[in-house]
């Protein structure tokens, strides 16, 4: 009988199993494609999920992979500065925050996996259908070989559906639910090497998504070794929510987009030392996403089952905080489940205590976009542009934006910097 199963080998779902296996419970990790690639864009991780991913040992793949920023710095759509706070160990941390690579980060995790539990722990090409009747103390779980089509049962312990915004186990558990939930605006998001713009290690916000907004920032260590930045750029646009803009099929991480379609809301936009159409013209993929969650859930599972990362609480990407959540989430799941062994169902249920309400809090604050709120006010008051950003706003909506950040990470340095490890032993 397997002791763990996970289904999906994503962020959260490798960070599970590294996990499991440090806290000494066994486990086995479905995943649906049928190859792990290096696929999507830029990702930043907080110094709480860095903490947690530093304390798997995995804190030195990371600092030879990402870059660290500094600062995180607002401009509005004429590039004049309106906000900016320090970053990671600049802002008091004892851990950085990263940015890099989303599949780099995957295949890092991945390696780690194997190397550590073997090749024969993750297994490609299978899909979680369904629980068949509960076996005693265990599960019954049906699983699919995707390339032949052949279901076949394994049992297990418990079940973790770690398997993303179209979560099956999430299907299984709150059926009727639904397709995830499109607030209006649509993103774009691309990858290209270009020189170092703003000073090199910073996030760069222009705009405001209430019309249209600009995410920047580096994520590879190798190109700024070589003097150069990989940049990723999120591009996002706001759309009145009728049939004609209605969200397109379902929301897909990989679905193609087009230059032609984003490029025009960025006519002649320059922040600082970086030529904005130049940049989006330079990329030779560009991605398109609906910017989507799902409504929180007042419970995540039941008996020996549970939820992990975007399955259990999907959330608009305004707190660079959807991958971070998931890497906690791993992290609690595995130490409740070492405290409260072997009653595996006790373990799930005191996961979710712990994760659910703080989990769920995040995602009506990415809802809320209290930043937003206060750059949109920027653009009503100045629409050209400004001189000076205290003729346009107020100390007292300057330091809003400070607290509207500090509602969407969650985490305050003093507060990481003096709890206990989430490990075990």
């Not at 999906?8 to 649906?32: C, D, K, P």
């Not at 076949?152 to 179209?166: I, K, S, T, Y």
């Not at 969650?293 to 419970?299: E, Y």
Request: glycine share 12%; net charge neutral.
């Amino acid at each position: 009988m397997i002791d763990v199963l996970v289904a999906g080998a994503g962020i959260g779902g490798l960070t599970a199993a590294l996990s499991l296996h440090a806290a000494g419970i066994g486990v086995r990790v479905v995943e649906a494609s049928d190859e792990l690639r290096p696929i999507g864009v830029g990702i930043n991780l907080l110094p709480h999920a860095v903490r947690e991913l530093t304390e798997l040992g995995l804190g030195g793949e990371l600092a030879a992979t990402a870059v660290a920023p500094d600062a995180m710095v607002h401009f509005d759509r004429h590039g004049n500065r309106v906000w900016g706070e320090p970053r990671g160990l600049a802002a008091g941390y004892h851990w950085p925050q990263y940015s890099l690579h989303r599949g780099a980060l995957h295949l890092l995790l991945l390696a780690a996996v194997r190397e550590r539990l073997g090749d024969h722990v993750v297994h490609t090409g299978t899909a979680f259908v369904r629980l068949a009747e509960r076996e005693g103390a265990g599960l019954r779980v049906i699983l699919r070989d995707v390339p032949r089509g052949r279901e076949h049962a394994v049992r297990a312990r418990a079940l973790v559906g770690a398997d993303g915004l179209h979560s099956a186990v999430r299907a299984m558990l709150h059926p009727g639910e639904g397709p995830p939930l499109w607030n209006g605006i649509r993103m774009w998001r691309g990858v290209t090497e270009w020189h170092p713009v703003l000073g090199g290690r910073v996030v760069a916000v222009a705009g405001s998504n209430a019309a249209a907004k600009l995410v920047v920032y580096p994520i590879s260590r190798a190109a700024e070794e070589r003097g150069r930045a990989l940049l990723n750029w999120v591009a996002e646009v706001r759309f009145p929510r009728t049939r004609r803009h209605a969200m397109a099929g379902p929301a897909d991480w990989n679905r193609s987009g087009r230059l032609s379609d984003v490029l025009p809301y960025y006519a002649g936009w320059r922040v600082g030392d970086l030529d904005v159409p130049a940049l989006l013209a330079s990329t030779r993929h560009i991605l398109e996403y609906p910017m989507v969650d799902r409504d929180p859930l007042p419970h995540w599972g039941r008996g020996p089952v549970t939820l992990l990362g975007d399955a259990a609480h999907p959330m608009y990407p305004v707190g660079s905080n959807g991958g971070s959540q998931a890497v906690l989430d791993a992290r609690v799941l595995a130490r409740c489940l070492a405290y409260t062994s072997p009653d595996r169902e006790a373990g799930l249920r005191a996961y979710e205590e712990v994760r659910r309400e703080a989990a769920n809090a995040l995602v009506t604050a990415h809802r809320d976009m209290p930043a937003e709120r206060v750059l949109q006010t920027v653009a009503e008051r100045a629409p050209d542009g400004f001189a000076r950003v205290e003729d346009v706003l107020t100390p007292s909506e300057l330091a809003d934006l400070s607290a509207a950040y500090r509602k969407t990470t969650g985490v305050d340095a003093a507060e990481l910097n003096s709890r206990g490890s989430w490990g075990v032993g």
